[in-house]
């Protein structure tokens, strides 16, 4: 008897054996996908993870239902994969394949088709043909049609072409009629065709451009380094020309017959990057993205499994999860970014380091590229001896980096000098840049009119119903929101604790930062970019194309502005408030905020003139602000190693998180006592961080607890892992355990 151990998508922490017949077993191979039943009603597409001869015991096992394809929908490295990520972010192979997977490959797939048209098995030699044609007397619409259906078909030259009805009725002018008619004489006949959903992109390709004598160093160098280690990090300012080495690493790892894959941090910046390798790759290249619709996934993985693969995956997070045949080259973009790491659900991987770890399963090569590395990448590339590093210090064209000036707005604020929150320089500098048809853009890291609002009598502050967070106002909805779970409720008209009606707003978002510049600047053409405005799938394809060609003179936005984007005609950059970002209650906080800063302000001044960015903050003598403005990166860096080195932060320790979720606040901070309790005798008091309330304690409706475990770098995190399961394991023995929700989060960020 043969059995199957599968997958199923669900967290659940084994696999499910099934038996299968001897004809299944013959066909059946890892990696393919099953049908099986799962208790009584249910059944689910599984992945066949192994084939064996152990009959399972103590249960009666049941048969899988239907083999799906006999052709593998996972390779093997993918598998591996799988198990690597569910092992080391501590969640199930289960999780990890639901993530993984197109939700079309877990239940059936139905391709797209189209309505063809062909002759009927009796009209297909020319004989037949020939008489049918003489035979038509005054029909001749119909004789017409005939006619143009052999033209597009080319029926004469043999081997006929496909016709879709919709072309033929298109070229003959006609209706369905005439076509219909013939169908009924049993000449023509339609059928579904399956059609590609995937855009075929013709386009004539040109050269890669030509590297200049820097840009050619660094390539060099880094080929130099791939000799010896498999991993390299790219550190070159912003605007020197990061792509166009890319471009030509791409192209000698495609020549060679290897695939590539381009990650990047975000969906927003995809476009642009398509935009410039399809000019040199043309459809070599595809593009995998959540805001792709499933259909369309399915057919990029399918593609991925044939033997006409794409050679360039272009895509976000998700893309490590592909079928590659043939890895030859990673290519992380913008490394440093956070919005690499999946928060929830789980699996909470890192889209970076998994993509290292999948480069390392097909011997490729990865090539960390930034402006502001990581913390953890930085070090890893000098002291820790893991990467090569190379770095890129002149822009393209030796365009001076921009020039920075720091803005005090405490002062300025004090002396009622502000327009709103632009301070006379920044209005001043915006005048001229519009002036000179120059443009603008403004950053501020946070979205909607006002982060809260408050009742100016009583001290009132609106707060989420299922989170302890304070709403955010959205004026152009007219309503508060919870940026944590999405509640919203409309803006009261006066405050429900005292009646007055003085309510006021307070801090500023994107939206405000829109109004104040429309009271400003009522000529100038404004447009804002977050994530209230970049919904759809095309929306932030069409802000950036519009900023790009100068339909807009001014884009505000949030984070989403500062990254990698390329922009030919900006010429000034203004930093909103800079000390919301400092104010965060996190390790990374410093980190972070010289990161958004150095990358907003290296969208300045990109091509011709040297660029300006007016910082403003209420803390002109913090070291940070130097740093930003002098471009200052190493000194920002090597503070912030010694700062994680005394206080047992990464790179030097890795840290797990462990949270705790129950509806009941006092289960949930008993629960978590308890299991810093067991984890102090397992782990020590060095080790052990806890217990705790994270910043925003409930979410959701459920009380949150969390433990903070940190492991030095040095010692096994696979024996850390396994002593932490251990744990959670004895924990199991107290039954108000199980009503609470726990997940781990290995190397938050
Ligand atoms: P980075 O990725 O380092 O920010 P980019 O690759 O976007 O820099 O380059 C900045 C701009 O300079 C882009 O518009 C790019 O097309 C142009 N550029 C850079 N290097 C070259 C080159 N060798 N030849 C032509 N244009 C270049
Ligand atoms: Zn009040
Ligand atoms: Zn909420």
Redesign the pocket.
Known sequence: MTYLDVILPLPLKTTFTYAVDDDMAKRVKRGCRVLVPLGKKKHYTGIVVRIHQDEPKGYEVKYVFALLEEQPAVLPQQLRLWQWIADYYLCTEGDVYNAAVPAGLKLDFKPKTETHVRLTSSYRDEEALQRVLSSFKRAIKQQELLMTYLQLSDFFEGNPREVSKQDLLAHHHTSDQVLNALIERGILETYPFVVSRLANDKRKVSDL????SN?QQALNEIKQSFAKQPVCLLY???????????THLIEETIRQGKQVLYLLPEIALTTQITE?LKRVFGSNIGIYHSKFSDPERVEIWNKQLSDDPYLIILGARSSVFLPYQQLGLVIV?EEHESSYKQQDPAPRYHARNTALMLASMYGAKTLL?T?TPSVESWYNATEGGKYGLVT?KE???EIQMPEILPVDIKELHRKKLMHGHFSPLLVEKMTEALRHQEQVILFQNRRGFAPMIECHDCGWVPKCVHCDVSLTLHKRTNQLVCHYCGYTTPVPQVCPECGSQDLRDRGFGTEKVEDEIKAIFPEARVVRMDLDTTRSKTAHEKIIRDFEVGRTDILIGTQMVSK?L?F?HVRLVGILNADTMLNYPDFRAYERAYQLMAQVA?RAG??GERGLVILQTGHVDYPIVHQVRDNDFESMVQGQLAERQVCHFPPFYRLVYIYIKHRERRIADSITAQFTTQLLKVFGSERVNGPMQPAVARVHSLCIGMIMLKIESTASMAQARKLLLQVQQQMMQNPTFKSVQIYYDVDPV
């Open positions: 451009k030509s590297l200049n840009q070159g300012v912003t605007s020197s020309g990061k792509t166009e080495i890319y410039r973009d590229g402006a890129l822009r393209y064209q990698g390329d030919d290296g990109r091509k």
